[in-house]
């Protein structure tokens, strides 16, 4: 393979969660440290290739949902990763287009490939925020121009709940801007679970030691730390279950190197991808 050019600013020496996780959902934005990253957590949990592409899966039937059925007009993306197909503001303008989109992500590549897909959307926009920071994500110069909070917002935070171990008071994080938003807003959440602690710890001390923050929890771990909201039917439940489509808009090929890895989901069904849209009480 030809040496890898990589652009001024952005860390190659350690893996990141959205390049990682783009080269999962089959995308080229990625480094060898990614993808030896990825490689190595797969020899010891396969099945984080199918719940990967199935939280991808569940982002556009959650987008759907929200723009359809609860009528959501704008949208905040907390560490949305790299742009692939089938993007939050693809789903909802190509259902609502006068949705309006925020992006947040800590990783300066997602910046940089962001600004690119969107540099003709007035309406959508990509911001570099660490997503623990709340406040200073409110009080970013894009997110009041594009946000109102005088009318219900999605939040959504996809695949990141794992990267919000206690010590960084994750309730705190997603409830942030919930808290402040109207009746009728909704926060969409999913996170890796594992329903036998031992092993969820062993897969939590393997990630936080290539670098990565990371807390595997259980399902009723999960439960309890968005019992603030009520989850719409059919509520948290491992994300293959949620409002499944019979025909949906499918993900890029899987790489070559990881295609075996496809369908081992279903050696182990106590490790999966778990979460739901849930609903700010009135």
């Known amino acids: 393979m030809a040496e890898e050019r990589i652009p001024p600013g952005i860390p190659s020496d350690v893996p990141t969660s ?19 990253f990825i490689k190595a957590q797969l020899e010891q949990f396969p099945a984080g290739l199918d719940i990967t592409r199935q939280n991808r899966l569940f982002l556009y039937r959650a987008v759907r949902y929200l723009t359809l059925e609860a009528g959501i007009r704008q949208f905040i993306d907390m560490g949305c990763g790299l742009p692939t197909d089938n993007n939050v503001h693809q789903v909802a303008q190509g259902i609502a287009p006068e949705s309006r989109v ?66 960084y008071d994750p309730r705190r994080i997603l409830t942030t801007i919930i808290d402040r938003a109207v009746p009728g807003s909704h926060l969409t959440f999913s996170q890796v679970v594992c329903e036998d602690p031992a092993e969820g710890t062993l897969m939590t001390e393997r990630v936080t030691a290539a670098g990565i923050p990371w807390q595997t929890r259980t399902p009723e771990e999960v439960d309890r730390l968005l019992s603030d909201l009520d989850p ?8 293959a279950q949620w409002r499944p489509m019979d025909v949906q808009p499918p993900l890029p090929p899987v ?22 849209v849930l609903r700010k009480r009135a």
């Open 18 to 36: 959205a390049r990682a996780y783009g080269w999962l959902l089959g995308g080229k934005d990625n480094y060898e440290v990614d993808r030896q």
């Open 102 to 167: 925020v992006y947040v992500d800590i990783d300066p590549i997602v910046l940089v490939h962001g600004r690119a897909l969107l540099a003709d959307n007035d309406l959508t926009t990509v911001i570099t925020a660490d997503m623990r920071d709340q406040e200073e994500i409110l009080k970013h110069p894009d997110v009041q121009r594009l946000i109102d909070f005088d009318e219900p917002v999605g939040v959504l935070f996809l695949s990141v709940g794992h990267h919000l171990p206690d010590e």
């Open 232 to 239: 719409v039917e059919p509520g948290l439940v491992n994300l």
């Open 255 to 276: 790489p070559a190197e990881i295609a075996h890895y496809e369908g081992a989901s279903k050696l182990n069904p106590k490790v999966y991808e778990y979460g739901g």
